[in-house]
């Protein structure tokens, strides 16, 4: 049966950066052939970033992408990530999804697709905190928030072997993720904003989770636009998360049994 790794790019007005980091992504199609996919989601950008992906896709027939209407947040654009390769794909698939903004390094993605065969895993995260992770040119303000966030989620939805509660950058199990979004009913994100990251782990948490990490050097020296991320606005949707996320209908074994 062939295997698919699908990489998944949400995508909010990147024209300055979106096309390093599908140049940079190309080196996949020669590691996995046919079985590579790339799919984007444009989230209403108002600049050229949907110009730029319908270059690619005319060029390249293993990249498309997906329009929302108008921007609808990261969640929600994760979100129709999920929806359409829970679909279109299953057992034995990989979806990774990466920001757009290109401080994630493609180039770790066969070591993590790797490990999350090789050890049987749910999830591997694209850690800043495993052993040998590092983040270059971030802020001050920045560090404290994740690590805060990480402190304060692993309190309430601790899963072993995870300490990157918030990185973009991951690769999922689509047959697990499939599970998972069926024990939820379909709710498996609901934050329309970046603790949308966080409201997945912690949703897989109470689920049950075989997680692993991959030290990230985040290459947040790379980045040229301003940073779009609200941070009050995130820090109150890591402050909810306890209150919103329950134990599913289903546990993960009764959803795999
Ligand atoms: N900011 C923002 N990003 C979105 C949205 N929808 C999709 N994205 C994409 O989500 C990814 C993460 O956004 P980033 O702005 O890089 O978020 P971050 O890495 O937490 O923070 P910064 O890099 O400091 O901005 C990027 O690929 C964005 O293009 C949205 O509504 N707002
Ligand atoms: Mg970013």
Do not use: W
């Not at 009913?185 to 948490?205: D, K, V």
Request: some cysteine; hydrophobic content about 40%; overall charge positive.
């Amino acid at each position: 049966m062939d295997t698919y790794i699908i990489v998944g790019l949400p995508a909010y007005n990147e024209e300055d950066a979106i096309s390093k980091v599908l140049d940079r992504l190309l080196f996949l199609r020669d590691i996995y052939g046919d079985g590579f996919r790339i799919l984007a989601v444009n989230d209403g950008s108002t600049d050229n970033t949907e110009a730029i992906l319908k270059e690619y896709k005319k060029k390249y027939d293993f990249i498309d992408y997906i329009n929302h209407k108008g921007n609808q947040g990261l969640g929600r654009a994760i979100y129709t990530l999920f929806y359409h390769v829970i679909h279109k794909y299953g057992k034995g698939d990989v979806l990774i999804t990466l920001d757009a903004d290109n401080t994630h390094n493609p180039e770790i993605i066969p070591y993590m697709v790797d490990k999350l065969k090789k050890e049987k895993l749910d999830v591997v995260i694209a850690s800043r905190f495993a052993e040998g992770g590092k983040e270059l040119g971030l802020s001050l303000k920045r560090k404290i928030l994740s690590r805060g966030a990480a402190a304060f989620l692993k309190l309430f939805f601790s899963i072993e072997n995870v300490r990157d509660y918030s990185c973009g950058f991951r690769a999922y199990d689509v047959d697990y993720l499939d599970a998972a979004i069926r024990a939820y009913g379909g709710n498996l994100i609901t934050s329309r904003g970046f603790e949308c990251m966080a409201e997945i782990l912690a949703r897989f948490s109470k689920l049950g989770v075989r997680a692993g990490e991959y030290p990230l050097v985040l290459e947040y020296n790379l980045k040229k636009g301003e940073s779009k991320m609200k941070i009050i606005r995130t820090i109150l949707g890591y402050f909810k998360l306890p209150l919103k996320v329950k134990k599913p209908k289903a546990r993960r074994g009764e959803v795999y049994e």
